[in-house]
């Protein structure tokens, strides 16, 4: 992997996880609640916002990962090359460490919080019951997967619980790219596209079919684009915008299946896109990139529970009314959260770094 690509996977990743808490601002119980003042402009653009633009943030981190699981894996040397043991315990370590203490942290917050503010309407939601009324059952649920969600109790981190599940099963990944190569990444392209897979949570048919595709890539050695012109490049970054664009008349007309596609397309694209900023970038702001790419992961943990938080105190105190401000709250609310993780990672790794093990160990 050339240092162009990795300086791309890398400064890829706090974008991401920015899209993420865009996307997860506009959830039914809100965009209900608003929809009864605002006109259709905040529908569109709260749908639009997370479950178009934000939607390729997902497939993209899936992608990495299987690349980066496999770029320095021989396809000749078999299942024995892949330093299974190694990645597997690397993996405890910087996936499900963080995982189950995030979860548990939350249980922990919502139950305080139930508690904090008993009788209060705005905390009579899902998931806010307080953990001495849990039984056994009620913590594996809510630590792996909740009954109404399939998600865990801090409901992002269902993405790292999948990608511990597939690197676990990661030779029979290698098995598949290496025996039906193409055909089975398309395989299991289709099965997403037709929504079939296995009945039980942790192996949803996206993250294997990104993942294997990363690992497609990664066995191959291919450099996703790197190494293009410049002029390759920006018509990349055209090709994105035609993409979306698509996308979105696709989302709004109930088609899904071009709309597959086109995501695919766009993870296929993004890093030549990417070529252009990493050529044209200085060593000025590398310190902040580095900060920025290292807080991605605490960023993704914490602020789901941090923004249901800020969002639901916001709507019982401003009470919406008007397209301008339920608007302005689609992008204040989760900007405000961005900055509220990063001020909360700053303090971790300048004052309190025994507690790294919440960002995988990285600081």
Known sequence: MNELLSKSIRD???????????????????????????????????????????????????????????????????????????????????????YLSWNVLVMLFYSGMALLTSGDSVMEKDGYKSILEYTLTDVWKSIYALDTTGMPMDGPLWFIRDLFVISLFSPLVFLIVRYLKWVGVLALGCLMACHIGLPFEGFSTACWFYFSWGAYMGLNKSQLFSNVSDRTSLLMNGGILVLMVSETICYFNGIHLPAFIMRAGSVFLIFGAMAVYERKSTCRWQGVLVFLSTSSFFVYAIHKPLQVIIRRFAFKFLQPDTDLLCCSLNILIPLLTIVLSLAAFYIIKRYLPCLKFLNGFRL
Request: glycine content about 6%; charged content about 15%; proline content about 5%.
């Open 12 to 98: 890829l990743r706090f974008p991401l996880a920015v899209l993420i808490v865009f996307k997860h601002y506009y959830t039914p119980d809100i965009s209900a609640e608003a929809l009864l003042h605002a006109s259709s402009f905040y529908f569109y653009l709260g749908n639009t916002i997370s479950h178009v633009i934000t939607g390729i943030a997902v497939p993209i981190f899936f992608f990495i990962s299987g690349y980066l699981y496999f770029i320095k894996t021989d396809m000749e040397s078999g299942i024995a090359g892949m330093n299974y043991l190694k990645k597997t315990k690397s993996r405890i370590k910087s996936l499900l460490i963080p």
